[in-house]
């Protein structure tokens, strides 16, 4: 694996978390409940310092001077290699868990992976977020069985949102070749291995929660390439425009 | 015993500096007094959130963007353990919002102040924190035990908040041209809204003397208004900012600052509903109530359902 290819792919794993923390940020004083607005900002939080380690390790390894900031202020959405699914907007309360259910399932497979990376950048990191993903994985899947199982309302809620996400899952388990020579160089998993998984961990979830398991149809993909859906441009608008009107400032 | 024996029991106890505890006998008005303090201060928490969370997407770098998830989120817990100090006097936070949401409770003034550059994130942590731990640090020793635990837990974090503030402040006001500006402007419009915190002047606080009795308010307003500006004027000048009162001198004889008049019309137009955003702050929070009924309510639901099944078990 060249060093172009590590950093890239230490781009997915950064960019995943910094968006997905970015979307949760805007929750910030306008969850349901006091203690849901502090568990969305913590796991948000979470997420910042996740992609903050991240980024900083893959400003190393390029060797251009780049650091967390650079990477998250100065790329536009084409050089962001994030799955399409955690830039998907928060919709309601029910549509950012089903988003969240998704990904924490995926991420906590994947972190478990990444403990035993040959990188040990890598498996420092992942072994230093075990704990958050976990959590996160944790507070995600007992909202969907409280939703799911809930009232009427809450029920038919959740289940729409997550048939309405489900297309954007694929990304998260089909490896491309970056991801096969990731996994060739014993950074990464095999991510055909970490499917099986999460559909057996996230099909029981939904079954306890009463709700229908979607079909694994068509399936969205083109985030991890840079070709990313109208939300992302958005974000980074909102996210970037200090940085860039100040480029010389420090803060 | 008689009313009138409890009365004396309890004003001899609050005389020892001895804690009232939720259990204890106290006398309605107390009781009332201590409900509308608690609730407004909880509510403050929870509004506060809404200027400051406003630029957690726009935060100018990833640490900052850090750093500011961290504050808000204590500002909710802080709401939190507010609310819970107010639920031991016998009432309940839904109760509580309502009351928030139809106006009929109030919430420090400063939130109804836009932030309008990132700066303001810095003036908000250095002077707003900072005036309220001036009003706090008193109320851990007040007489009502739950409010004055939960009030030192609050001021440990309060002055993380403070230095956190001023060390924006500090960046900025030594950094490029456009940001000393921005930071003059933040410390321009931040400054006299902050000295109204401390509330109306002492001659026009009609129900110090009864709280101060109670000891559920340890210092008049101007007493501690006096103590935020001795101590803030010389943090300006380390920064090299301006603060906007011409008035402003250091008088040797009382050993504390001049300052110019409070506009107190303003103030007062503030509270009555008119400031730049009362009404977007409550309309958010209603919003965010009033969405979120669903999961609340779902969440209830859930948790019946648990409840049922387990007994079922327990019985079979
Ligand atoms: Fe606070
Ligand atoms: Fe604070």
């Known amino acids: ?251 | 015993m008689e009313e009138q024996n409890m009365m004396q029991r309890f004003d001899d106890y609050v005389a020892d500096n001895k804690k009232i505890e939720p259990k204890d006998w106290m006398p309605d008005a107390y009781r009332k007094t201590l409900i509308r303090q608690i609730s407004q201060h909880a509510h403050s928490e929870i509004v506060g959130m809404l200027p400051e969370g406003n630029w957690i997407t726009r935060a100018p770098s990833l640490k900052r963007k850090a750093i500011l998830l961290a504050k808000v989120q204590d500002e909710a817990g802080h709401g939190l353990y507010l609310y819970s100090a107010a639920e031991t006097l016998g009432v309940e936070r839904d109760e509580l919002l309502e009351e928030l949401h139809d106006g009929r409770a109030k919430y420090s003034s400063i939130f109804n102040y836009p932030t309008i550059n990132w700066a303001d994130i810095g003036a908000i942590g250095w002077l707003v924190d900072g005036a309220a731990i001036m009003n706090q640090v008193p109320l851990c020793k007040c007489s009502y035990g739950p409010y004055a635990r939960a009030m030192v837990r609050v001021c440990k974090e309060e002055s993380f908040h403070q230095r956190q503030g001023f060390q924006i402040m500090l960046n900025m006001a030594k950094g490029t041209p456009e940001q000393k500006q921005m930071a003059q402007d933040a410390l321009n419009r931040w400054w006299w809204p902050s000295l109204m915190m401390f509330g109306p002047t002492d001659a026009n606080s009609p129900h110090s003397a009864q709280s101060m009795k109670w000891k559920i308010k340890l210092f008049s307003n101007d007493e501690l208004r006096q103590r935020f500006i001795d101590m803030t004027v010389p943090q300006a000048e380390v920064l090299g900012l301006t603060i906007p009162d011409p008035d402003l001198k250091w008088n040797e004889e009382r050993g504390h600052y001049d300052f110019g008049e409070i506009n107190w019309d303003e103030f007062y137009n503030v509270i009555k509903g008119n400031g730049p955003c009362n009404k977007q702050r409550i309309e958010t929070r209603r919003k965010a109530y009033d969405n979120g009924a669903w999961v609340r309510e779902a969440a209830v639901a859930h948790a019946e359902k648990r409840a049922a099944r387990r007994n079922e078990t327990a019985a079979a």
């Open chain 1, 1 to 251: 694996m060249t060093q172009e290819q590590k950093f890239e792919y230490l781009l997915r794993l950064g960019d995943n978390a910094l968006i997905l923390g970015q979307r949760l940020g805007e929750w910030c004083g306008h969850g349901p409940a006091l203690e849901e607005d502090i568990a969305l900002t913590n796991i948000s939080l979470d997420l910042i310092g996740q992609a903050r380690s991240i980024l900083t390790y893959a400003g190393e390894l390029e060797g251009k001077g780049r650091d967390e900031d650079k990477l998250a202020f100065f790329r536009d959405a084409h050089d962001f290699r994030n799955v399409l699914l955690v830039e998907q907007p928060n919709g309601h309360f029910g549509d950012t868990i089903a988003r969240q259910f998704l990904y924490d399932h995926f991420a906590w497979l994947l972190f478990n992976e990444l403990m035993q990376s040959s990188d040990e950048q890598v498996a420092a990191i992942a072994a230093k977020s075990i704990k958050e993903v976990t959590y996160h994985r944790r507070h995600s899947s007992e909202w969907i069985i409280r939703l799911g199982d809930g009232t009427e309302e809450s029920h038919a809620k959740i289940q729409q949102s997550i048939n309405d996400l489900w297309m954007y899952t694929g990304e998260l388990y089909t490896p491309d070749a970056l991801d096969e020579a990731a996994h060739a160089a014993g950074i990464a998993p095999d991510l055909t291995k970490l499917a099986d998984y999460w559909h057996e961990n996230v099909h029981g979830v939904l079954k306890q929660a009463t709700l229908d398991i979607p079909e694994d149809g068509w399936m969205q993909k083109g985030g991890k390439q840079g070709i990313h859906s109208e939300h992302l441009g958005f974000m980074l608008a909102e996210m970037q425009h200090i940085p860039r009107a100040y480029p010389d400032a420090q803060w």
